[in-house]
């Protein structure tokens, strides 16, 4: 059962990121990954914000633990994507662009994670 509530919550949260990235490219732009950027910070944020929940509360069954974490959150944050990205950045000789996305994409998303949790601590 814990596979099936994975795999859908995995193709909501695949969509979710498609949809993000669509509406970012169409609105900032393509030339940079601002959409995989965006997507990871809001992706972790989010994640706080839950397992922030799980250990407070602790109300929630496991299967929508994991419906949630590793199903929607999982299809939805792209760090995957990130590396690709990364990589093509700097093969494309933009080494300072390259540097700064990696940086920027994982202490935004680390930050995000504990605003998260902080956010939940101190208005739950």
Same mark, same amino acid.
């Given at each position: $059962? +814990?596979?099936? =509530?994975?795999?859908?919550?995995?193709?909501?949260? *695949?969509?979710?990121?498609?949809?993000?990235? /669509?509406?970012?490219?169409?609105?900032?732009?393509?030339?940079?990954?601002?959409g995989t950027l965006i997507i990871n910070v809001l992706?972790?944020?989010? $994640? +706080?914000?839950? =397992?922030?929940y799980f250990a407070l509360k602790?109300? *929630?069954?496991?299967?929508?633990?994991?419906? /949630?974490?590793?199903?929607?959150?999982?299809?939805?944050?792209?760090?995957?994507?990130?590396?690709?990205?990364?990589?093509?950045?700097?093969?494309?000789?933009?080494?300072?662009?390259?540097?700064?996305?990696?940086?920027?994409?994982?202490?935004?998303?680390?930050?995000?994670?504990?605003?998260?949790?902080?956010?939940?601590?101190?208005?739950?």
């Open positions: $059962m +814990g596979f099936l =509530i994975v795999f859908l919550g995995g193709g909501i949260g *695949a969509a979710a990121r498609h949809g993000a990235n /669509l509406l970012v490219a169409k609105m900032i732009s393509a030339s940079f990954p601002y992706g972790s944020s989010i $994640m +706080g914000v839950i =397992i922030g602790g109300q *929630a069954s496991q299967h929508w633990r994991l419906f /949630l974490t590793t199903g929607i959150l999982g299809g939805f944050t792209t760090f995957s994507t990130f590396s690709l990205e990364a990589v093509l950045l700097y093969e494309r000789g933009e080494t300072v662009a390259a540097s700064l996305y990696v940086a920027a994409s994982v202490g935004l998303s680390v930050a995000g994670l504990i605003a998260g949790i902080w956010l939940l601590r101190h208005f739950s």
